[in-house]
């Protein structure tokens, strides 16, 4: 019984996993797709809006691919590294626009630039998954 329990846990985290990676790389051809127009929307130019996208697809990407050979542990530490370092960087922004600084979307965007490459760097460099007995 607690075998079952604990592989649809497993189930759900690997499909949040892979969500979060095919979010990411939505919102990369987003990025991309639309570069000119939102980069004009958030006061960014649209080079950082385009390398942001290919970060996204990147960071996307090799979280879906890795999703099978890393630990959910490690998934849910980047995860939550990745997703605390984007609201900071958001509340940076949000300060900066509101204090009348134009820069704010270039922070928010600068993130989306580097943390997908440093979150697919740090799982691609983690140590795999160990084998589960059955798990073939």
Do not use: H, N
């Not at 570069?35 to 990407?61: D, K």
């Not at 943390?115 to 740090?122: C, I």
């Amino acid at each position: 019984m607690t075998e079952v329990v604990v592989a649809r846990r497993m189930s759900r985290q690997k499909a949040g996993a892979i969500a979060d990676g095919a979010f990411k790389v939505l919102l990369g051809a987003v990025c991309i797709a639309g570069a000119a127009p939102l980069g004009r929307l958030l006061g960014t130019p649209a080079w950082l809006m385009a390398v942001s996208g290919a970060a996204l697809l990147i960071g996307g990407g090799a979280g879906m691919g890795y999703v099978r050979s890393r630990s959910m542990r490690t998934y849910t530490r980047l995860m939550v590294a990745y997703d605390g370092g984007w609201v900071v960087a958001a509340l940076a922004g949000l300060v900066m626009a509101w204090q009348g600084s134009g820069a704010g979307g270039e922070v928010w965007m600068g993130y989306q630039a580097v943390a997908p490459l440093a979150f697919a760097a740090l799982l691609a460099a983690a140590a795999p998954a160990p084998a589960r007995a059955g798990s073939d």
